[in-house]
């Protein structure tokens, strides 16, 4: 019966660390997460005002070389 409840004690603390480092892990990952999506809505941002800044400069379609005109 001792070595039984041991045993169990002993399965418990391991279980106690592992729980432990999974949070480590958990919180990490969160950490990462939430720098990625702060990352990702400035590049995002970024692509805006690069689009929005061509599409002012854009005079739109560039028409076709001369020698692409029509009867060739």
Not at 34 to 49: A, H, N, S, T
């Amino acid at each position: 019966m001792e070595d039984r409840l041991e045993r169990l004690e002993s399965l418990v603390a391991m279980q106690d660390r592992t729980i432990e480092e999974l949070d480590r892990v958990v919180a990490d990952q969160q950490r990462q997460i939430d720098e990625l999506e702060r990352k990702l809505m400035l590049l995002g941002e970024k692509v805006r005002r690069n689009s929005d800044s061509q599409d002012e400069r854009d005079p739109g379609p560039e028409p076709p070389p001369p020698h692409y005109g029509p009867g060739r």
